[in-house]
């Protein structure tokens, strides 16, 4: 199903699309495709299906010949991508008797498993970042009787943190290897985190360039760059994809050039975008001339793996890497750094407003949006939106509502 989601979006974007529109979409599909191409042979060669959390990098499971599945990415890749999107099986998990209210994130894949979609050899996630998470892995442990490692990850950000969790995830790795019969190989595994460190670098170059006006990205290059990174961190693929992007944006740096045409209104997005229909981002950017200049899976970076000396230096980094993710950082830590640095980044990339999108799943920040609306105001004078959604079902807060929404706050700016 992703694989052909995938190539039909890549063929209309190909076929419609001019040859410069929306680069970061057409090369994004050419990569997700490929990598899910090479997947999709191997699953049928035999090789053991792993699903795994978003918060547990892609490119650590490439210490085993696998096939690794996001189970998140899986639920908002297709309902971004299809028809009615994950619909179907939200219900299909309501009718099961998971609760409503829940992340439809893993609700997607979950009904998907119930309807016999997969056959996971093995699931690995951590126990973070939410509830939700928590309360959802345990159905394909204990309703489709799925071997499961859970890797128990910390609150606090400090030293024996690390450490603990650079334990669990070489004794979860070690599990999962014994679950799959393979011996994790540290060597790939050293080499895949090596792939990603580039990346780290070639991201945090684009970051830096956001601050110039206009801002140098189209709003979709957020989407897609979190996608892919979630999907195929650890390959060449997602290596290239930002090597590509990385020029496409220096020349629109150089030249002042918008995506969209005229850049009106800089946007900070906290939190999510809408999944459920990521066309959004092009509309924003193009009738409004709204630059969202990223969102929650855009702003969290780590420092580079060290992966010179010996395995527990890498684990170490790994373990660092894992616990300051997006949703992991502001799921686990107090409300005060959060809008510090949301006060910050309001500052280094003059943003003229926050747009924050309160999911109806996340109840862990849903007393958030009202203390930073009230710290931007006094801080740094701009104002915040507040939209409640549900960032896979366009039934709880539709497209139009959302450009309804939108479009009046944009009136109030100026
Ligand atoms: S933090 Fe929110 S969006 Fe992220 S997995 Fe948990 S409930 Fe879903």
């Not at 085993?64 to 890749?77: K, L, M, N």
């Not at 090597?243 to 045409?261: D, F, I, P, S």
């Not at 007393?367 to 710290?375: F, G």
Request: glycine share 6%; proline share 5%; net charge negative.
């Amino acid at each position: 199903m992703l694989l052909d989601a995938t190539s039909a979006t890549k063929e209309l974007v190909e076929g419609i699309l001019p040859e410069q529109g929306v680069p970061s979409l057409r090369i994004g599909m050419q990569k997700m495709e490929s990598v899910l191409n090479y997947y999709v042979n191997k699953a049928e060669e035999g090789l053991p299906v792993v699903g795994y959390h978003f918060s547990f990098p892609a490119e650590y499971l490439k210490c085993f010949d696998c096939v690794p599945v996001c189970i998140e990415g899986t639920s908002y890749f297709l309902a971004t991508f299809l028809e009615g999107g994950s619909e179907k099986y939200y219900d299909m998990m309501h009718s099961y008797g998971h609760p409503f209210h829940t992340c439809t994130s893993q609700k997607g894949t979950m009904g998907m498993t119930l309807d016999d979609l997969f056959k996971f050899d093995s699931l690995i996630s951590p126990t973070a970042p939410c509830d939700c998470t928590i309360a959802s892995y345990p159905f394909f442990k204990y309703e489709k009787k799925f071997p499961l490692v859970l890797i128990d990850m910390p609150y606090l950000q400090e030293e024996k943190s690390y450490q603990y969790y650079a334990d669990q995830l070489k004794a979860g790795l070690i599990k999962l290897g014994k679950i799959i019969g393979q011996d994790p190989d540290y060597n790939k595994l050293k080499e895949a985190i090596e792939i990603e460190n580039q990346v780290l670098k070639l991201k945090l170059e684009i970051f830096e360039m956001i601050k110039s006006k206009p801002s140098p990205i189209s709003n979709l290059y957020n989407a897609i760059s979190a996608g892919l990174t979630m999907f195929t961190a650890g390959t060449l693929e997602n290596l290239n994809f930002h090597q590509e992007m990385l020029k496409v944006v220096k020349n629109r740096y150089k030249n002042k050039k918008h995506h969209g045409g005229e850049e009106k209104i800089r946007s900070i997005w906290p939190y999510m975008i809408t999944f459920f229909s990521i066309d959004l981002m092009e509309w924003l950017d193009w009738e409004l001339g709204l630059s969202v200049l990223f969102d929650i899976f855009n702003y969290n970076f780590f420092d580079p793996i060290n992966t010179k000396s010996d395995l527990d230096s890498m684990f170490y980094g790994m373990s660092k890497k894992s616990m300051g993710l997006p949703m992991v950082r502001q799921s686990t830590e107090f409300f005060g750094p959060f809008i510090e640095y949301c006060i910050n980044f309001a500052k280094d990339y003059s943003a003229d407003c926050f747009i924050y999108t309160q999911s109806i799943a996340c109840k862990q920040f849903g007393s958030v949006p009202q203390l930073l609306r009230e710290a931007l105001r006094d801080e740094v004078g701009i104002p915040m939106l507040l939209i409640e959604f549900d960032a896979g079902d366009a039934r709880m807060t539709s497209l139009k509502s959302f450009k309804e929404k939108i479009s009046m706050f944009t009136q109030t700016l100026s």
